[in-house]
């Protein structure tokens, strides 16, 4: 499970990393989304590229805080906030996500699909949390032994 985990760790290391810088350089291709959500929401209070600048950063430590197993939990908990963002258009911008009902269009895919990250940052903090209580049996488990062996 171990390699499966730093696998699953670089992958959202990748995707977080990517999609961030992409939108810091002001190329991404979902900036139209995040814009037009922008404007239903913090329009007003924010400057949209210093917005999108500081998201695409805040998208890039996220990435890379998975690349640290003690730091799982922080990026869990930023993955969920994150995702709480990423879903908001799904019910302010409906008509950019559903096609008819039950139909998204390919921007509502690329919402849709981020149920796989969360379930995927679940899956390495869980993994995470029973390496860490496995590693703390193993001197429990020694001592056992070796009163087991003094009694024998």
């Known amino acids: 499970m171990k390699i499966t985990s ?4 670089f992958s959202l290391f990748i995707i ?14 979902a900036e139209a ?20 600048m500081g998201f695409g950063i805040f998208e890039c430590l996220l990435g890379i805080l998975w690349l640290f197993p003690k730091l799982s939990k922080v990026a869990l908990y930023l993955l969920f906030f994150h995702m709480a963002t990423t879903f908001l258009p799904v019910l302010v911008l409906t008509e950019e996500i559903w096609q008819t009902w039950f139909t998204p269009t390919l921007v ?24 860490q209580s496995e590693e703390m049996k193993k001197p429990i488990l020694k001592i056992l032994r070796n009163q087991k062996e003094l009694a024998s």
Do not use: H
């Open 33 to 52: 989304l995040v814009e037009n959500l922008f404007q239903e929401t913090l329009g007003t209070w924010f400057d949209f590229s210093l917005f999108c």
């Open 16 to 29: 977080y990393f990517w999609f961030g810088i992409l939108k810091v350089f002001g190329l991404s291709p």
């Open 108 to 131: 509502g895919q690329y919402i849709i699909k981020n149920l796989a990250l969360i379930s995927l940052g679940l899956f390495i903090t869980q993994s995470y949390d029973l390496e």
């Open 6 to 9: 730093q696998i699953g760790r």
